[in-house]
C-alpha cells in the first residue's frame, strides 16, 4: 500500500462549486503539506502544517482552506472553484528529523 | 516566488551520455534536495546536500554544491532511458522544512 494517498485522483467540477481533496498517510510523519503544480511553474506551496493544532498559510493560500483532521490526514478546500485553480495537487509528508519529503501520487482537478 | 532556478529547462541526450542540471537559489540555505517527477507522478525524493557539504553521490548521481555562488548541480552518469523525467531542485524555505522548488528541468534520454 502506499504511504501517502489522495482522494480523488481526478476530478472535474465546476465554477463556484466547493470541493476537498483529501490526504492521507502511513508514515507516521508530523508534517503535511499541500502544493499545486502548474505546467511550467513548479511546485507551490499552499497551506502546510507541523502538527495537529499548526496550520500555516504557504505561497499561494488565497482561495483555499485545510483541515488537519488528524495527525495522518490533510485536506484541502477549494471554497468556491475558479478556472485558474485547475492544477495538479500534490500532499506530501515530512518528518520533524528527516528533513526530506514524501509525495502522494497527486490530484488533477479541473475547473470548468 | 522562487527560490531555486533550473537550467536548462529542457535537455535531451542519447542513452549512455551524461547528463547535467544546475540550479540557482537566492538567500542562505540549510540544505538542497534533488527531485525526481515523471510524467504526471508524485515527485520523489532522490537526493539532500547540506551546506556544509560540497559533493554528494548517490549510484549514478553526483551534486555539487557552492554556497558561494548559491548553485547546485545534479549529473546523471550514463543516462539510461527511465531516467527520462523531470527533475526539481527544492531549497529550504521561511519555514524551515516548507520546502521551495524550482521550475524544473525536464530530461529526455532517447535509446
Known amino acids: 500500500d502506499a504511504d501517502v494517498t489522495q482522494t480523488p485522483r481526478n476530478r472535474i467540477t465546476k465554477t463556484g462549486k466547493r470541493i476537498m481533496l483529501e490526504c492521507s498517510q502511513t508514515?507516521?510523519?508530523?508534517?503535511m503539506y499541500w502544493y499545486r503544480q502548474d505546467p511550467g511553474l513548479g511546485l507551490r506551496l499552499i497551506y502546510y502544517s507541523f502538527d495537529v493544532k499548526d496550520i500555516n498559510k504557504g505561497e499561494i493560500s488565497d482561495g483555499y482552506s485545510v483541515s488537519r483532521q488528524a495527525q495522518a490526514k490533510f485536506s484541502l478546500s477549494l471554497e468556491s472553484a475558479i478556472p485558474n485553480q485547475t492544477a495538479l495537487y500534490f500532499c506530501a509528508t515530512g518528518d520533524s528529523y528527516d528533513e526530506t519529503q514524501y509525495f502522494g501520487p497527486g490530484t488533477r482537478l479541473l475547473v470548468l | 516566488s522562487q527560490q531555486g532556478e533550473e537550467d536548462p529547462q529542457a535537455l535531451s541526450i542519447q542513452e549512455g551520455e551524461n547528463a547535467t542540471m544546475n540550479c540557482s537559489y537566492k538567500?542562505?540555505?540549510?540544505?538542497l534536495q534533488w527531485y525526481r517527477q515523471n510524467s504526471g507522478r508524485g515527485l520523489v525524493h532522490l537526493i539532500l546536500?547540506?551546506?556544509?557539504?560540497r559533493e554528494k553521490h548517490s549510484g549514478r548521481l553526483r551534486v555539487t554544491l557552492d554556497t558561494s555562488k548559491k548553485s547546485s548541480s545534479l549529473l546523471i552518469t550514463a543516462s539510461r532511458a527511465a531516467d527520462t523525467a523531470s527533475y526539481f531542485c527544492?531549497?529550504?524555505?521561511?519555514?524551515?522544512?516548507?520546502?521551495?522548488f524550482g521550475k524544473g528541468t525536464t530530461l529526455s534520454v532517447s535509446s
Open positions: 538567500t542562505s540555505i540549510n540544505n
Open positions: 546536500i547540506r551546506s556544509n557539504e
Open positions: 508514515k507516521g510523519h508530523d508534517r
Open positions: 527544492a531549497t529550504d524555505g521561511q519555514a524551515g522544512t516548507a520546502l521551495i
